[in-house]
């Protein structure tokens, strides 16, 4: 008798309302589903952490690489530049001078085109 005074409290247009419990399993089952979302959502907040970091490490490694790389080419264009001064003329000549070194006089070079040879 309960549901026909509840039901005619309201009018004929109005469907009444009423909620059904949630069963135990559904309960369970939404609360799994929350938990799954949240676990996902910081999984992938914290790969975009370690990711962002990466990407930032790396970037200071290729700066630090292609200040090194500016560097080597300075110190290899000084060495290429002193090589050449070593190899010049006037400092061998220095050099022969202070290790009293002779020049040498004319060079006469063996002809190889002759079929005389030396015999034992």
């Known amino acids: ?36 979302v949240i676990s996902l959502l910081i999984v992938f907040g914290v790969y975009y952490l370690v990711e962002t970091n990466q990407v930032s490490t790396l970037g200071f490694e290729l700066r630090e690489l292609q200040d090194r790389t500016e560097e080597l080419k300075v110190q290899n264009d000084k060495m290429q530049i002193e090589a050449a001064q070593l190899k010049s003329m006037k400092r061998i000549e220095e050099e022969s001078q202070e290790l009293n070194l002779v020049a040498g006089g004319v060079v006469q070079y063996l002809d190889a085109s002759t079929s005389e040879v030396a015999a034992r």
Do not use: D, E, I, V
């Open 1 to 36: 008798m309960s549901k026909f005074l509840l039901l005619s409290k309201f009018n004929g247009n109005k469907a009444l309302r009423q909620r059904r419990p949630r069963s135990r399993k559904s309960k369970l089952s939404a609360k799994w589903t929350k938990l799954f």
